[in-house]
């Protein structure tokens, strides 16, 4: 049995007949019989009805070839997305102070997109957007600074400066480690904290420790949320914020009031970024280094063997250049068991592709902004984040490889204070046979204090083995309470390496 039609009555003066007309979302035409001819209705809402007059017997018929007008396209310039990213910019701040909410103003893209993210409403992975920071030619500083097109204060066109990643990290203080990771690719940092808040909260101090240790001191502190408290209680948080922060790595950083929820000052957040936060100075001719932050198996259930894709590895570029066809090596690598021990084997494989964000695809990368490679290897060895925390060196017959290493001598700086916990307790010298967990560039590793050497030196063992940057700062953690808490950091003296056999 066919379903009925919806019908509409149009009413005609003098005469009415009962015209079946066929709905449309925009436009309704009659359809032509003997007796009737084609009608236009005009639409209201849900319903659309012919409005009778006195004087009209007729209803204007729409042409034949007539179809529903399109939207106008707005004004895009042609080289809007064309610029690469040429800084990593990230969020550092309390759970729930507005981190991704300004994200979102800033590229217009929320970073939270894990389905239990959305479901609990906090960020746990980190999150990636660009953005274009766009400057009018006509306004004066600070109000030339926009993200838009067309200046919202004149009307100008603007012209685009630099393209920026931002890396949105987790607040949650079991997201520690995430935050820490994720730190190791930010070129700066805006630190957020929000105005109907006291200063300092649990996860925003121990943000600031992290990114002392991890040596991020381009700093942008943003006041968030000034729509939610009078000027009085403004000024009362900003004094707040000022004595937090005196005597560490943010003590000279600009702080912008703004709310993110609105868009308030953001004109002079912008112009606080290109001011503390430039681009940093890059070695594209050293080897190619990466670190990598994700990994990915981007196949949909039941796709055809024949046009599987290998695994995708997220992360920054280092130092050097990338190229797509390039030899690559992933370090440590793949993990397996042997008895009770957990051993890595480096992967060789090749760049397929190269992802710049959105700024699309790309042949050649090169430090600064965030991307994704595509490679050949399987893609379940990808799955799940199974390979964040590797570095990716370029593959030349007879050039060094960053080391794998099995044992670290450190040279170690501890807080007086453990950072994070709500309680005060005092950091108590590092002991023989105790565990602490090492954040280093995007790897955390559980590493056994091996010996206590002299000058503030400790030898620890690393098992399993990671890949390292011998420059890089460690930071590290102690466990209290079944919760690894930041209680200092450490740079590396020496190391013991490994001996690898790379497999294709």
Known sequence: MKPKKRKSKVKKTEETEEVEVKPKKRTSKAKKTEETEEVEEKPKKR??????????????????????????????????????????????????????????????????????????????????????????????????????????????????????????????????????????????????????????????????????????????????????????????????????????????????????????????????????????????????????ARSFDINRPGTDPKRIRGGVLGGSVYQGKMNVDDDIVILPGLKKKVGKKTIFKPVKTQVKSINLGSFGRSKTATPGGLLGIQTTIDPSMARSDSLSGSIIAAYKEGEKLPPVVSELELAVNLFDNVVGSEEHITVKPLIRNEKLLLTIGTATAVCNVADILKKGKILVDVNPQIAILPETKIAISRNFNKRWRLIGWAEIVDYKEVDIKIIA
């Open 47 to 292: 319903k659309s009805k012919a409005k009778k007059t006195e004087e009209t017997e007729e209803v204007d018929k729409p042409k034949a070839e007539e179809k529903t007008p399109k939207k106008a396209e707005p004004k895009v310039k042609k080289d809007r997305k064309r610029m690469p990213p040429s800084v990593n910019i990230g969020t550092a701040g309390h759970v729930d102070e507005g981190k991704s909410t300004l994200i979102k103003l800033l590229t217009d893209s929320f970073p939270d997109t894990h389905s239990e993210e959305l479901k609990r409403g906090i960020t746990i992975r980190l999150g990636y957007a660009d953005c274009d920071i766009l400057k009018c030619p006509s306004c004066p500083e600070p109000d030339c600074w926009t993200v838009d097109d067309f200046c919202p204060k004149c009307g100008s066109e603007t012209e685009v400066v630099r393209r920026v990643s931002f890396v949105d990290a987790p607040g949650h203080e079991i997201l520690m480690q995430v935050m820490m990771s994720g730190a190791a690719i930010m070129d700066g940092v805006m630190l957020v904290i929000a105005a109907n808040s006291t200063v300092p909260q649990p996860q925003t101090r121990e943000h600031l420790a992290a990114l002392t240790a991890l040596g991020v001191e381009k700093i942008v502190i943003v006041q968030n949320k000034i729509d939610l408290i009078n000027g009085e209680e403004a000024m009362i948080n900003y004094q707040q914020i000022k004595e937090f922060v005196q005597g560490t790595i943010a003590e000279n950083a600009p702080i912008v009031p703004m709310s993110a929820m609105h868009g308030a000052n953001l004109d002079i957040l912008l112009a606080a970024l290109q001011e503390f936060i430039p681009d940093p100075e890059r070695d594209l001719e050293a080897p190619m280094r990466m670190h990598v």
